[in-house]
């Protein structure tokens, strides 16, 4: 069965004879019954309901073959890869074929109708869906609480009727409700569409919920090519991004880079690519940096990505940092760093260490009061190419909380015994489908790391990247 956090969006199919005689009436119910409302710019952050895609990703019907379609739909293992439909005609297809001809024959990304059938019945995910899932694919011909229209029950019928509808969207949305411009309340909040994908997605479901789980699958299936933890930079620009949770976030300085990944990592592309991405927090000070608040007096420890509060002048003294080291940071600058534990005198290692048992041989990575498993002695030479192994007795182990295993870092190119190529990406490893899509990120083949196939398999596998 769906999930239930993957509600299912029934479409709003708007008749076209009625719907110009509606939407007057039914935005001036709308606006009796909500004397009240926000802006839908700030009703989820994170989420602008104003934008949902652009209109160029609705109607790049070229951006996968059939063959891509269904490749797609294998790597996620989606029972559509498996699906069969017989037509009126007697054909028998594949779903991959239904999905690529209705974007042809109606100049619709092939993309979103994948999305949509996620969106609408989970068909992309759910393992096990009802014939009613499959019957009523992309939810066209049902309105909220009445029977769908057996007209267009059908898998096939359900793909290509909803294709069709978002091209006459396309070209007719002056005859619809919500449109580019105008401003009308969705689930009691304003929402003004910027664009005529945004306006047609409203039509289509007049929710914010259901909109905003659209761009969410949008963004997980088909969002920025670069995943998580790849470097950017623009052609001909000296500057340096990590791409982290979407956006883009900008290195200060050469010492901020090179403290954090290895410069080798970093891709290079055309700066009209790093445009579209937002920018978030500039990464500023060097990983381990000491760091003073110029109004509090009080001094901190950067680790990789949070601030942790040092706690007297005489821990301080005691772990050995050095005065001269310190630097200035000002109130602003160290609140938009996250806080971490506080360093007490029990932090023998606050910036790590790499301990290894002397009686087991079990590795770990010590820091502040905590250790981490290091299970294979591949991801202590990727990970901490310059930290030097300390042998220790169990029993300074012992002092020491358990944390969880360390995983390959972000942005990492791995391959095992096989040809294939992962990407370490929010510690999951997810396969560069081909070439092209290797290539398409800008990626260097020299950066490819060789391990074994057990450290590949203590990551879990995130979805693959394919072709842009």
């Not at 449109?179 to 910027?194: A, E, F, H, L, N």
């Not at 259901?210 to 949008?218: A, D, Q, S």
């Not at 706690?311 to 772990?319: A, W």
């Not at 806080?339 to 820091?367: C, H, I, M, N, R």
């Amino acid at each position: 069965m769906q999930s239930a956090s993957f509600f299912n969006y029934r479409a709003r199919v708007r008749y076209r004879a009625i719907l110009c005689c509606f939407a007057v009436v039914v935005l001036t119910v709308q606006i009796a019954l909500v004397p009240f409302a926000v802006s839908a710019q700030g009703a989820n952050v994170g989420i602008d309901y104003n934008q949902i895609i652009s209109d160029d990703e609705l109607i790049d019907y070229q951006s996968m073959s059939e063959a891509e379609i269904q490749q797609f739909l294998e790597f996620k293992k989606s029972i559509l890869a498996t699906f069969y439909v017989t037509l009126d005609t007697g054909e028998t297809v594949r779903a991959s074929q239904i999905v690529y001809r209705a974007s042809q024959a109606h100049r619709i990304n092939p993309r979103f109708l994948l999305v949509l059938v996620q969106k609408e019945e989970s068909l992309i995910e759910d393992p096990s869906p009802t014939n009613n899932q499959l019957d009523w694919a992309t939810g066209y011909g049902c309105l909220d609480g009445q029977p769908c229209n057996e007209r267009w029950r059908g898998f096939a019928k359900q793909v290509n009727s909803a294709a069709e509808q978002f091209r006459y969207y396309y070209e007719h949305i002056g005859e619809y409700n919500y449109q580019p411009g105008k401003s009308s309340y969705v689930d009691g909040m304003i929402v003004t569409p910027r664009n005529l994908v945004t306006a047609a997605l409203y039509n289509y479901t007049p929710h914010l919920h259901g909109n905003e789980l659209f761009k969410t699958i949008w963004h997980r299936y088909f969002g920025t090519p670069y995943p998580d933890g790849t470097l950017l930079q623009g052609k001909g620009e000296v500057g340096v991004w990590l791409v982290q949770n979407g956006v883009k976030r900008a290195f200060t300085s050469r010492i901020a880079l090179v403290s954090r990944y290895n410069p080798d990592l970093v891709v290079t592309v055309d700066t009209s690519k790093l445009n579209p991405l937002p920018r978030g927090l500039d990464i500023t000070f060097a990983a381990y940096s000491l760091l003073r608040n110029t109004k509090t007096g009080d001094t901190y420890l950067l680790t990789v990505d949070q601030k942790r509060r040092i706690v007297s002048p005489e821990v301080f003294k005691q772990i050995g940092f050095n005065p001269e080291e310190v630097q200035d940071a000002t109130d602003e600058q160290l609140a938009a760093i996250p806080d971490g534990k506080p360093v007490t005198f029990e932090d023998a290692y606050p910036t790590g260490a790499l301990l290894q048992d002397k009686t087991s041989a079990v590795l770990f990575y010590v820091e502040g009061t905590r250790r981490y498993p290091v299970l294979h002695k591949d991801i202590a030479a990727i990970n901490y190419p310059g930290l030097k192994i300390v042998k220790t007795t169990p029993e300074k182990l012992s002092q020491y909380a358990s944390g969880f295993p360390i995983l390959l870092k972000d942005g990492i190119l791995v391959k095992g015994r096989s040809a294939e190529v992962y990407v370490i990406s929010n510690q999951k490893k997810r396969l560069i489908t081909s070439e092209k899509a290797f290539n398409a990120i800008g990626y260097k083949w020299n950066s490819i790391v060789v391990t074994t196939d057990e450290v590949l398999a203590m990551h879990p596998t995130g979805d693959p990247i394919l072709p842009q």
